[in-house]
């Protein structure tokens, strides 16, 4: 089947289920005493959701913790599965989602280029081409060529932005992470987001910051109790997501 152009992420009937295990026995007698105990209680947190982002879009994912909003930035990145139902992405795609994600702690900033720069699909030529780039905007000067596990959680946020922003990806997906980090910086990540977003990039951010998201994104999505409670223009959801969330 033909896909439709101007899509880039497609969410059908969506549900993403876990399994949460509680006094599991650790020892002979407990599984004695417990062996027709139940052990595992189903938790739901995203339910049947269907939703379209089409190319070019920046769109915001609201919520408070634990709304589902996170599991389903991490569906679109097929980090996880869902349960039931399908997504489909169209497009290069990037994705900063938890701090350090991808790095190996014992690499040096410019080895963990590479090594991340490799899994989002570019060759070393392409790496190469970019490197100098990816280290100016990181703004970590003789620290690239230190191990990360000696960065700060700034110094992390730094790195990973600048490796995602290099990629030249159809597709952002971005949970949080620029929360880390000096204001210097985020404000020169918000500036790469809109020079982003002026040239058609896809771009899907979950924050909890409403006055970013206001600036950023035309498009809300806000997520209740695994639901989309709200889906339009980013002042209408977030006037309502006030008056419930405050």
Known sequence: ???????????????????????KPS???????????????????????????????????????????????????KII???????????????????GAGFHPDFTGRENIYFNASIFGLTEKAINQRLQSIIDFSELGELIDSPVRTY???????????????????????DEILAVGDQHFQDKCFEKLEELKNNKKTIVIVSHSLDSIKKLCNRTIWINNGKIEKDG???EVMEEYKKVCG
């Open 233 to 235: 223009n980013t002042r």
């Open 1 to 23: 089947m033909k896909a439709n152009n101007s899509k880039a992420i497609d969410i059908q009937d969506v549900t993403k289920v876990y399994k949460l295990y509680y006094d």
């Open 81 to 99: 599965y869902p349960t039931k139902g399908t997504i489909k992405t169209y497009g290069k795609l990037t994705s900063l989602l938890e701090l």
């Open 152 to 174: 700060s959680s700034g110094q992390y946020m730094r790195l990973a932005f600048s490796i995602a922003i290099n990629v030249d990806a159809d597709i952002l997906l971005i």
């Open 27 to 77: 020892t002979l007698k407990e599984r004695l005493v417990f062996w027709n105990k139940k052990k595992a209680e189903e938790r739901i947190i995203l339910n049947n959701i269907s939703l379209e982002i089409s190319k070019g879009e920046t769109v915001a994912l609201i919520g408070v913790n634990g709304s589902g909003k996170s599991t389903l930035l991490k569906l679109m990145t």
